[in-house]
């Protein structure tokens, strides 16, 4: 499969799960406020909610942004290269995003969770195994590597290219 195609199916997953738990988000955020200055009974588990679904989204989307490319970096440098050297920054730049991802988010996830899981650490309100929630650390790192290891393939290509 061409690295472009498999971003391509990665992003027609990603988009659509992304809008589903924002929102899932909003409306757990607008029942929460209905039911504290309406009903004035809160609902006890929404603002647990609230939060476990802010750190799916956030991660996915850390990982969707990835994938397009459009992530918090310093590119006066980049901008100014051409040609050869700017498919080796770029290989650069998309390699150390890939080892970031494997092993801070995916490896280190995967330990974080194992642990939680271990520990049987258990949500106040929601009541759900908090290893469950963490899962997002490392599924966004697995995902955040497939994104740059598709641009690493892309890059050796045009540098081959260009050879």
Not at 68 to 78: G, Y
Not at 102 to 111: D, S
Not at 137 to 153: A, D, E, K, R, T
Request: proline share 2%; hydrophobic share 50%.
């Amino acid at each position: 499969m061409k690295a472009q195609a498999l971003r391509d199916r990665m992003d027609k997953v990603l988009e659509p799960s992304l809008v589903a738990l924002v929102s899932l988000m909003v409306l757990n955020v607008l029942w929460q406020v209905f039911t504290r200055f309406v009903l004035r009974n809160p609902s006890s588990y929404t603002e647990e909610l609230a939060r476990y679904l802010l750190i799916w989204v956030g991660l996915l989307g850390a990982s969707y942004v990835v994938g397009k490319k459009m992530h918090l970096a310093i590119d006066v440098l980049t901008m100014k290269l051409k040609g050869r050297r700017k498919h080796v920054s770029d290989l650069f730049i998309q390699f150390c995003v890939f080892l970031f991802s494997l092993a801070v988010a995916f490896v280190g996830g995967i330990n974080l969770v194992t642990l939680t899981l271990e520990l049987q650490q258990i949500s106040a309100a929601l009541e759900i195994k908090l290893g469950y929630v963490y899962m997002s650390i490392p599924l966004s790192g697995f995902i955040m590597m497939l994104y740059s290891g598709s641009y690493c393939v892309e890059s050796i290509g045009q540098l081959r290219e260009k050879a």
